[in-house]
């Protein structure tokens, strides 16, 4: 008498569907890591922008003083009469002419505080549009030791510095009711994880004092 063996193992579509609930299961998971990763590139870069702008509001405020305390007058400081672009006034400072929008003219400049080379601090932008200028976007400079941002004409070369997103502008607007007042737009613009265009402003002022 012949007895029928049992037959072990999965079949065909038992294997289909235990690997489509792994499948799913593996994405179930890293679906919310994937979301983290994401988010925290985001917020990353919104920190970048925040320390951009702080740091452009920041050194306007201290070229401000750096002139005044040098023994530049304020109007020297800000249109000089005639604006020599990069020019130097006082004590070796920076007029920021460049930066100064009015009687109708698109004013706006970019800046770059860690430049050893004053000349190259102030960058005009091009047609009042620093976005249209190469020259104006920041470069991330990173070695062993060191890590910051900076304009590609004032960055080292070696290690080659890496191109971000970031554009920064400044534009200080005379206060027409306080002749003693600049106004100060300080404006970032980069690109976000999902591609989209990304913007923030900080505003403040400088005074005659």
């Known amino acids: 008498m012949k007895r029928n063996k049992l037959k072990s193992g999965f079949t065909l579509i038992e294997t289909i569907i235990a690997i489509s609930i792994l499948a799913a299961t593996i994405t179930a998971i890293l679906m919310p890591i994937s979301g983290i990763i994401i988010n925290t590139k985001g917020q990353l870069k919104e920190a970048t922008a925040k320390y951009l702008l ?38 070796g400072t920076t007029s920021l002419c460049d930066c100064i929008y009015a009687s109708g003219i698109t004013g706006a400049c970019s800046i770059d505080p860690l430049a050893e080379n004053k000349e190259n601090e102030i960058i005009s932008c091009l047609v009042g549009n620093c976005s249209l200028d190469t020259m104006v976007k920041i470069w991330k400079y990173e070695d062993t030791t060191r890590s910051f ?24 607007t005379p206060n027409p009711s306080n002749a003693d007042e ?24 400088v005074f005659n004092w």
């Open 149 to 172: 941002y900076c304009l590609l004409v004032n960055c080292p070369t070696s290690p080659t510095p890496r191109q971000t997103s970031f554009v920064r502008t400044i534009r200080l």
């Open 182 to 205: 600049l106004f100060v737009d300080v404006n970032v613009t980069w690109q976000g994880i999902s591609g989209t265009a990304k913007q923030r402003t900080l505003m403040g002022s």
């Open 54 to 91: 702080q740091e452009g509001l920041e050194y306007v405020r201290n070229s401000k003083d750096s002139a005044l305390n040098g023994g530049a007058t304020w109007s020297e400081f800000t249109t000089s009469g005639a604006c020599v672009p990069g020019g130097t006034i006082g004590a």
